[in-house]
């Protein structure tokens, strides 16, 4: 596998990740200090978060609504699950973290808006520990890296399950001022993030209220719960979850990075991660507004994108470029072993 040189990748990093991205000191925020007494109320919260879908999971399995799923629920699913995965990766992931285009400013809300009913995390801290992670990509520093704990078969394990879910149970807050100053400065994402707790209400009760309105039934209602909430953000999280996880531990990297960092591109995640699954050149080009730029690569988000400059209410859309392209190109698709 290629890798850049020291002195040709300060360059590249330079080009194509925005200033927040740049490499760093070891932030303040993962050296040793107290833990204020609000991280317990904020752990308490991200256990429901994560655990709330998973009973939902639960009674779908033992029956505890109606075995035979509707057409109304799939439709609900698959509905909020587009709106709110799409929210995240173009409103959350691309627009905001990498600045890979602009919007016009009701399109700005909308799809932050739309990425807080994923329900991972308001939209200032979700993006202040994206924008991290770029920075210290797989080593110390970086919030949600698998190879935390060092190689060998328990310390990857550990590690893959850190970098799937257990670092968000961590004493590790990001500190938004530094990692998002322009977002914190921005009057609409500012209460956006305060409204987030309504956000998560709705995007679980939208779907059972829309269900009671179409059957007018109870059941027609915990349908649409369950399916179009609960077990929708079950699958959304746990697809998000792995971009974090099995994208950095399993897969193909066909373009150079810095030499810890690890993203691989993992073809099975395409329609679920809506794209983000392609995190090998998206580490490579993170201000690129498509992350699926080879054949059969498929990229919903990247879509989405066209489809809205086409509208013209967004611009300044960084598109990948051929040359660009080559310049990252390992010569060999290096594959990074399980």
Request: net charge positive.
């Amino acid at each position: 596998m290629i890798i850049l040189s020291s002195e040709r990748e300060s360059a590249l990093q330079t080009l194509f990740v925005p200033e927040t991205d740049q490499v760093a000191p070891v932030p303040r925020s993962v050296q040793p200090a107290a833990v204020s007494s609000g991280r317990g109320m904020q752990q308490v919260v991200t256990a429901i978060l994560i655990v709330a879908p998973l009973l939902g999971v639960v009674a779908a399995a033992v029956g505890l609504i109606s075995p035979r799923i509707t057409l109304l629920d799939v439709i609900l699913a698959v509905a909020f699950y587009a709106v709110s995965g799409h929210g995240l990766t173009a409103g959350f992931h691309r627009m905001l973290t990498h600045r890979s285009f602009k919007a016009a400013r009701w399109v700005k809300i909308t799809l932050a808006v739309a990425g807080s009913l994923g329900m991972e995390g308001s939209v200032i801290s979700w993006v202040a520990n994206h924008r991290r992670h770029h920075a210290y990509t797989d080593r110390k520093g970086d919030p949600h890296s698998p190879y935390e704990y060092g190689n060998g078969t328990w310390n990857q394990v550990r590690g893959a399950l850190h970098a799937h879910v257990g670092w968000l149970f961590q004493a590790q807050p990001t500190e938004e001022a530094r990692w998002a100053p322009d977002l914190v400065k921005d009057k609409d994402l500012a209460a956006i993030s305060r409204m987030f707790p309504f956000l998560g209400v709705a995007s679980l009760g939208l779907p059972m209220l829309i269900g009671w309105a179409v059957t007018r039934t109870w059941a027609g209602a915990l349908g649409g719960l369950i399916w179009g909430g609960l077990i929708r953000v079950f699958v959304l999280h746990h697809a998000t979850f792995s971009v974090n996880s099995v994208c950095h531990l399993w897969g193909r990297r066909p373009f150079t990075t810095r030499v810890e960092d690890r993203s691989t591109n993992f073809a099975p995640l395409a329609v679920l991660a809506m794209g983000e699954n392609w995190h090998n050149l998206h580490h490579s080009c993170p201000t690129l507004a498509r992350h699926g730029v080879d054949r059969y690569q498929l990229d919903s988000t990247a879509r989405l994108i066209w489809i809205l400059q086409r509208a013209g209410v967004v611009w300044d859309v960084r598109w990948p470029v051929a040359e660009i392209l080559d310049r990252h190109r390992n010569t060999v698709a290096a594959c990074v072993p399980s």
